[in-house]
């Protein structure tokens, strides 16, 4: 068991076309991760059969949404396939005084501006194994229309351009794996020396050991 007092919160960005798998990815880390949220984000987009207001995102309409962002509620938000999609401020806030993992599913514009804003946070982009592939998984989601499967996958490819920005790329094939890998940048990341640099996370010994004061 570790002598540590606890981990330190940190914003995750996890990027990738539409039906890579982010949200399979982000489901897995979540169950196994009791100090991991979800930052649920607030969309105009209509929910599918089996999302829940408050829980996958918060379904507002094209007024609510136009509210929030006059009240600068958003710490980033981007038109994406036609609706509206913002990271709330207040999930960010939340999370880090929990010193929790905070996982933003957000498109490349938003994982853009979140690494502008917060600078110590981690980009993570999944790639899928092929084009076919990736076809195949949006399809079998049955969760679209045909057009928005078509714009989504016409997307894919300049969604794609980004991966160089983000820190760490991740090729989600075996599922189980992708899980891995992305658990393993972010424990990396979470141990980075500047995010323990307080008392906080270390007993009384190590706080000694590391000319820290505790607190
Ligand atoms: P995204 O959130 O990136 O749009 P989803 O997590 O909804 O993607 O995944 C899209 C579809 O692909 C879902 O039906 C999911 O079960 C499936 N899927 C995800 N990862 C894999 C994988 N490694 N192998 C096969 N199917 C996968
Ligand atoms: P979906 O409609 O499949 O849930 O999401 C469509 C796209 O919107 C995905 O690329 C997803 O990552 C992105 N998205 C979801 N929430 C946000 C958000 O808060 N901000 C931004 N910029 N993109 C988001």
Request: hydrophobic share 35%.
């Amino acid at each position: 068991m570790s002598s540590r007092k606890k981990d330190p919160g940190l914003i995750v960005v996890i990027s990738s076309p539409s039906g890579t798998g982010k949200t399979s990815i982000c489901r897995e880390l979540l169950e196994k991760h009791h100090d991991f949220t979800f930052s649920v984000s607030a969309t105009t987009r209509p929910p599918r059969k089996n999302e829940k207001n408050g829980v996958d995102y918060y379904f507002l309409t094209d007024e609510e949404f136009s509210r929030l962002l006059k009240k600068n509620e958003f710490a980033e938000w981007a038109g994406v396939f036609g609706f509206r999609y913002g990271t709330l401020k207040s999930e960010i806030v939340r999370a880090l005084k929990d010193d929790r993992v905070l996982l933003c599913d957000v498109d490349v514009q938003g994982g853009m501006s979140i690494k502008k804003r917060y600078k110590d946070a981690v980009s993570i982009f999944i790639i899928p194994p092929s084009l076919t592939e990736l076809k195949r998984r949006l399809f079998k989601r049955r969760t679209e229309s045909p057009r928005q499967k078509k714009l989504r996958l016409d997307t894919a490819l300049k969604e794609l351009e980004y991966w160089k920005r983000y820190d760490y790329v991740v090729l989600n094939d075996n599922l189980k794996v992708a899980v891995n890998e992305v658990d393993m940048i972010i424990a990396a990341g979470r141990m980075k020396s500047d995010r323990l640099n307080s008392g906080r996370y270390w007993s009384g010994a190590q706080v000694k050991l590391l000319g820290l004061r505790g607190t």
